[in-house]
């Protein structure tokens, strides 16, 4: 099976029979991502994480009794 990466549309071949060709063909909104972008965002991520400054915004907000 050929894939093209979501990031830099490099065209790689997927084991027909591999879980990751399968989830591909039956999820058709996964994307696929090369190594090196998989490596490159994780790099940056770990860096961001690593930033004192980065916050993290949950989507709920939790509430006390007293605010109700």
Do not use: G, Q
């Not at 549309?9 to 060709?21: F, G, H, M, P, Q």
């Amino acid at each position: 099976m050929k894939v093209k990466c979501a990031l830099c549309d490099k065209i790689e071949t997927l084991d027909d029979n591999s879980l990751r060709a399968k989830n591909l063909r039956n999820r058709p909104i996964h994307t696929f991502m090369c190594k090196e972008c998989d490596e490159r965002i994780t790099k940056r991520t770990i860096e961001r994480f690593a930033d004192k400054e980065y916050k993290v915004y949950h989507r709920m907000h939790h509430h006390n009794e007293k605010d109700w």
